[in-house]
Every structure is written in structure tokens, then in C-alpha cells.
């Protein structure tokens, strides 16, 4: 989850140079070619791209203890508009990203910036879709809340938590994504 909120930071070249360099580990050639770029271009873009992702990498492992009191005080914040409370909880350079799958509605670009991100969420209600209850939960191994309508899941809110604040917002919205939300899976080795 973290990874994809830093990978949506970066602009749409630089995303797909550092996957196809990094992921599938293609040569310089070959990605100029898809983005059509020259190698060189590619080659300054790549160094870019990891050293954005590298800026944006959780500095030290968080205690539980440390995500579960951001994730009280943010659902707290969240739910009562107090815009102070989420400025103090925020990250200064904070995103937060919506996905609504092309189904549901979401923000289409994501909001980059402390005070933005706060005076979004400081409606409560607003972005949370009227009447909602929202529900702590652990996701991917990363603090979230649930948010339900009507007792339905309307939204996942997926939370990254680095030095005590929030650096990291994934709202999602895709009903594909949150129909996954209330199945138990069962891993074995």
C-alpha cells in the first residue's frame, strides 16, 4: 500500500519508467522506445524516479502502539471536522489519493500538501458520504478505517504513518477493492 501511494506521486512518465526499470527490469532502450524518449532521457528520468521514491520511504519501522494512537486521533479528527486536530496529524507533505475504479466517485488527481488534505477531510461527513460510521482496522498490514453507509462498506481509507504523522492517504472507493474488505483469507506456507 505504501508503495502505491508513492508511486501515484510521481508524474505518469517517471511511474512508467521506474516499473519497467525497476519492476521488470528493462534496459534503457527498450523503455525509450515504449515512452518514446531517447536512452538518455529515460536514463535521467529513472534517477529521478528513485530518488523520489527513495525520499518517500518510511525512514524507521512504526510501533503498533505508535499507528494505532494515529489512526484513534485521525478517525477522532476526521469525525469531528476539527481542522487543528488533523493539521497537527498530518505530514507537511501528506497525499492523499482517491480510487473509485472508474465506478464510484473519487478524486481524480491526487492532493498533495497538509493544509489541502486537511480542509478535504475537515467536512467529516462530506467525504465520508453522509450519515457514516468509521471502523479502525488493520489492511495489508497498515492501519485503515472502514468507512460504512447504511451498515455497507463505502470506503477504505488506508493510512501510512512515519515519525508519529500521517504521511499517506488512500481513499478507496472501487467496489471491486472494497468487496475484498469483509472476505477472510486464509494464508498458509
Not at 497525499?95 to 497538509?114: S, Y
Not at 462498506?153 to 504523522?165: C, E, N, P, S, Y
Request: charged share 25%; net charge negative; with cysteine.
Amino acid at each position: 500500500m505504501a508503495m502505491l501511494l508513492v508511486l501515484e506521486t510521481l508524474i505518469p512518465t517517471e511511474r512508467a519508467v521506474f516499473v519497467l526499470r525497476e519492476v521488470f527490469d528493462l534496459d534503457y532502450d527498450e523503455i525509450a522506445g515504449a515512452v518514446a524518449k531517447t536512452s538518455a532521457a529515460v536514463r535521467q528520468i529513472a534517477h529521478r524516479a528513485r530518488a523520489h521514491v527513495a525520499a518517500r520511504r518510511p525512514c524507521g519501522a512504526v510501533s503498533a502502539t505508535e499507528t494505532r494512537v494515529a489512526l484513534t486521533a485521525f478517525q477522532r479528527a476526521v469525525e469531528t471536522g476539527d481542522l487543528q486536530d488533523l493539521l497537527d496529524l498530518l505530514a507537511p507533505d501528506v497525499v492523499f489519493l482517491g480510487d473509485g475504479g472508474g465506478v464510484e466517485q473519487a478524486l481524480l488527481r491526487p492532493v498533495v500538501g497538509a493544509d489541502r488534505v486537511a480542509r478535504l477531510l475537515a467536512g467529516g461527513s462530506n467525504w465520508m458520504g453522509g450519515e457514516a460510521a468509521a471502523e479502525p482496522v488493520q489492511l495489508n498490514g497498515h492501519p485503515a478505517l472502514v468507512v460504512r453507509l447504511d451498515g455497507e462498506i463505502d470506503a477504505v481509507v488506508a493510512m501510512r504513518v512515519d515519525d508519529g504523522l500521517v504521511t499517506g492517504l488512500y481513499f478507496v472507493r472501487n467496489p471491486e477493492k472494497r468487496s475484498r474488505v469483509e472476505r477472510e483469507t486464509t494464508v498458509s506456507r
